[in-house]
């Protein structure tokens, strides 16, 4: 008895198993043909200057409509990655988005374009020389550009990617540590990188005036970034009492929903020139 339960418990098991294969291999296959279709779109998240309100930059962030269905990154990122097609879509992304940034800031609109990086883009050949390429095409200017990374990024391929982030960072393009706080090697991770600029995770600002800890910690960031000289962006505010305390801490930047969320370029299109106007 006991051993007919097992067994149908293997098969019930085995199903599930075929099922995801089979599951992971449409998505892969989708996402071949969505890179092929063009159904990847860009939205950009306007990051403010939080003693001014000014914008600053936007953050690109990719879109996947797989048909009418919105797939969100956190889905696909990862399958991206896996497959190898992160590369080709990494860098439609960096194309697009330079030129985009390099149009608004030929309107007089002086913006910068923050981009997030995978680890798999980073290690991939030429890839220095893709970003020297986008800029030069776009116009856009190599300080204009921020490249975000992520801490776990320097655990895996570490020489290689320092490295490449270094001869970026030569060519005068910006660095960022983003989702600051949340990965384990935060501090020889700063030393290691020419980096100028950090944005602290979300876990950390959602807790501001409303857990003791998580305001000590947020307030901490902020001051130990501006000691060593970088730029400190706040992500995700979505409450006004965050970003009063990060206006009272002396926080450089900020971003999230209260202050603007992703939208197509048209929207931004939009925001330039409200932002044009009010600067007359
Ligand atoms: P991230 O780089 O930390 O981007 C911020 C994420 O938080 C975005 O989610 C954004 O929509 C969301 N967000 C912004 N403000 C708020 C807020 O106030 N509240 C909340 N709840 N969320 C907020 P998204 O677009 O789903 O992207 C998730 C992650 O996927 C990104 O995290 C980034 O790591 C990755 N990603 C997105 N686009 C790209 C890309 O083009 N290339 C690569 N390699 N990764 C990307
Ligand atoms: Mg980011
Ligand atoms: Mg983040
Ligand atoms: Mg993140």
């Known amino acids: 008895r006991a051993k ?3 067994g149908r418990r293997v098969e019930v098991f085995a199903a599930q198993m075929h099922a995801e294969v089979v599951r992971r291999l449409e998505l892969a296959a989708d996402l071949q043909r969505a890179l092929i279709e063009n159904q990847f779109a860009i939205e950009y998240q306007p990051v403010v200057d939080l003693a001014t309100s000014r914008v600053t930059a936007v953050e690109a962030l990719v879109r996947w409509w797989r048909g009418s269905a919105f797939v969100a990154p956190e889905h696909f990122l990862g399958p991206a990655e896996d497959t190898g ?4 879509l990494s860098e439609w992304i960096l ?3 330079c030129r985009e940034v390099a149009a608004w800031r030929a309107s007089s609109w002086d913006i910068g374009l923050s981009l997030n990086l995978s680890a798999r883009q980073i290690t991939a050949p030429r890839f220095v020389e893709t970003v020297a390429e986008a800029l ?3 116009g856009l200017p190599a300080s204009a550009l ?3 990374v992520i801490e776990e990024m320097l655990v895996e391929d570490a020489e290689e990617t320092i490295s490449r982030l270094s001869e970026l960072r030569a060519l005068g393009v910006r660095l960022a540590i983003d989702d600051f706080g949340t990965g384990y090697a935060s501090l020889a ?3 290691q990188l020419p980096v100028d600029m950090i944005k602290i995770d979300p876990s950390f600002v959602s807790g501001l005036g409303r857990d003791e800890t998580l305001t000590l910690l947020t307030r901490t960031i902020v001051r130990l970034g501006h000691d060593l000289g970088l730029i400190v962006v706040a ?6 009492e965050q970003l009063e305390k990060l206006r009272e801490m002396g926080c450089t930047r900020g971003q999230g929903f209260l202050v603007a969320r992703p939208m197509a370029a048209r929207g931004v299109d939009t925001l330039m020139r409200t932002s044009l106007q009010s600067a007359l």
């Open 95 to 97: 194309r697009e988005s």
């Open 85 to 88: 097609l992160i590369v080709p």
């Open 146 to 148: 921020t490249l975000e």
């Open 4 to 6: 007919d339960l097992g």
């Open 136 to 138: 030069e095409e776009s």
């Open 235 to 240: 992500e995700g505010i979505e409450r006004p």
């Open 189 to 191: 991770f700063l030393r």
